[in-house]
């Protein structure tokens, strides 16, 4: 008989998502009036810039003419979007990242975890707490951990929690890790790390020869000025870091699918005979031996995002999802909430009141408000006790989930 990875098997009850949507389904099938308003999954609301379209119907209709017509592209992706993503989000920014250490794929969700391919299973894997739970599903998975223990935390993984009482700020590991998960500005609290922060963990990184897989899939929606948009600009880096980002919130790519992760060429991890091997081949091997490459239309789209055009209407798109982050965050505070995130990233993180659970929380915010939110606890065991909102949503939405959670409390008092 065949045999099945039992790893799978040490996952939890249920992957969070699914796990909200089966609950929401629950409770709307049993109360089929109720308006639920749905601000628990990060997927956007609004419909893809102009300019993307654009593009994309132009290249849709390349793909009819057998003169312009593509098959197989290539695998790291075409060469005007490899070309522009350097430039614009590194380059003209005085970051040292040239195209070819750029790979085009599917989504950094994909990557985050396909990244593991290259790296062996005795490495000691460190993760903030909370933390986004696709990368400690994936190392479960793979068979990197031991079971869960009541709390939800895995055996052999380093957590680093971050609450309001550290200043969502981590602790450097007492102990040796190898490969370190870190996702600013981070979901799901919406906090940003410190420069010195960064250049802490660059530091200890190349004091222990650990790589860091630095996701900076919500770097478009950073506000303020002084706020580090890539691993990159810290000194060291490019010897340390792997760098992923996404055009899924930042150009409404969530159904589109496509995202970048950038493998320096200074890259180095080692074998088990201590010698030193380059990441980047590795990367390019595993790529092109598992993926065909992002579809042309898709990355023409994607494409767009760089041109004049399209880098406005990105502008205003990101604008109109901090705007819903801004009322939130200010009208939960008038609530009476502790409130953190919704200045550099579109979620808010609200601690719950009193010593009420997260998914408690997250019962009577559907029962007694209609609305969907993320509890906390589903992103790790320092979440307990907090709660998520996305602010990809409509303003009317908005609006209309802030008046309800108003009135709920006042109802409550």
Wanted: proline share 4%; net charge negative; with cysteine.
């Amino acid at each position: 008989m065949a045999r099945i990875n039992e790893n799978y098997l040490k996952l939890q009850a249920g992957y969070l998502f699914p796990e909200i949507g089966r609950r929401v389904n629950a409770f709307c099938e049993a109360n089929p009036q109720a308006d639920v308003i749905k601000m628990g999954i990060g997927d956007v609301t609004q419909p893809l810039c102009p300019a993307i379209i654009e593009a994309m119907h132009k290249a849709i209709d390349e793909m009819a003419v057998k003169a312009t017509f593509r098959g197989y592209g290539p695998e790291q992706g075409y060469g005007f979007l490899r070309d522009a993503i350097a430039e614009n989000d590194y380059q003209d920014r005085g970051i040292d990242v040239t195209a070819d250490e750029i790979f085009v794929s599917d989504g950094s969700k994909c990557d985050s975890g396909n990244l593991l391919d290259i790296f062996g299973d005795d490495n000691v894997i460190a993760v903030l707490d909370p933390v986004y739970p696709v990368y400690v599903d994936t190392n479960v998975m793979a068979g990197h951990t031991g079971g869960a223990s009541e709390n939800g935390r895995y055996e052999k993984l380093v957590y680093m929690p971050v609450t309001a009482d550290s200043g969502f700020e981590p602790e450097l590991p007492t102990e040796h890790v190898d490969l370190i998960y870190l996702c600013y500005p981070n979901n799901p609290t919406g906090t940003v790390a410190s420069r010195e922060t960064l250049e802490k963990w660059v530091s200890y990184a190349k004091e222990h020869n650990a790589i860091i897989f630095y996701d900076a899939a919500y770097e478009a929606f950073i506000s303020e000025a002084d706020v580090v948009r890539s691993i990159y600009e810290i000194e060291g880096a490019r010897e340390v870091a792997i760098e992923l980002r996404s055009f899924s919130k930042t150009a409404g790519f969530t159904g589109t699918r496509c995202a970048f992760t950038v493998i320096p060429k200074t890259l180095k991890g080692t074998c088990k005979d201590g010698t030193e091997q380059l990441i980047h081949p590795l990367w390019n091997r595993r790529h092109c031996t598992k993926f065909n490459g992002v579809s042309y239309p898709v990355q023409r789209g994607a494409a767009a995002a760089y041109s004049d055009e399209g880098k406005r209407q990105i502008a205003d798109l990101v604008a109109f999802y901090m705007n819903n982050a801004k009322l939130l965050r200010e009208g939960l505070a008038v609530a009476g909430f502790q409130v953190f995130g919704g200045v550099n990233a579109p979620y808010v993180w609200l601690k719950t009141p009193g010593d009420t659970s997260s998914w408690d929380f997250f019962d009577q915010l559907l029962e007694k408000s209609h609305i969907v939110g993320t509890p906390g606890s589903g992103f790790g065991a320092s979440g307990e006790g907090y709660f998520r909102l996305s602010a990809f949503n409509s303003l009317e939405n908005t609006e209309e989930a802030i008046a309800r959670i108003q009135k709920s409390v006042a109802t409550s008092v």
